[in-house]
């Protein structure tokens, strides 16, 4: 069994779950975890909080719509998933952080192929969180049997650029035009992937 991952059996097919304890560098504990139906109303605080924070997310905080109780269903459909996953991070019980992953699609010729979204509360950041949440979800991506893990980065976001490629992401393409921005105009998306070690595709 490798770090964090565990699997519960359910009927035919297995749950993923996620739980790992980390010293930080400041010496504070975070902890990582699945996150559940119950933490609906505070995922929604931290996806408009970590969208209001940097003009380098994909979407604004606004965008988000889901009511808590959809949030709460997304969420439960990802705990009762067994190739989704959603994990947060959490110091002294306080929620600063989610990452996770999700299929591309279910098609034969897409199955493969697993989608990556990050997001920490600014005042968090460079405590080695990012990495975590990011070396939890390869892992996920990799128990779940996918080859391949697919993101989307802003061209200017240097800071996350730097963090996926320390992860094996590599560039594989780019549209300058790629994204809006009401502030800046266009900003050019970066396609990155990383090949995982789950897959059985030849």
Known sequence: MRRGIRWKRCWDYKLMKYYKSLKLKDGRTCILRNCTAEDGAVVIEVFKLTHEQTD???????EMTFTVEQE???LQDKTDSSDEIEILAEINGKVIGTAGIGRVGSQ????HRAEFGIGIDKEYWGLGIGH????????CAETA????LELGVTAEN??????YKSEGFIEFGR???GLWSRKSGWQELVLMRRELFG???E
């Open 175 to 177: 549209n300058p035009k």
């Open 199 to 201: 897959g059985d595709q």
């Open 158 to 163: 240097e800071r996350a650029l730097s963090l």
């Open 56 to 62: 380098l997310m994909l979407t604004y905080p606004e």
């Open 72 to 74: 709460a269903k997304f």
């Open 108 to 111: 034969e010729k897409l199955k």
């Open 145 to 148: 049997g996918y080859a391949q």
């Open 132 to 139: 975590a949440l990011t070396e939890a979800c390869i892992e």
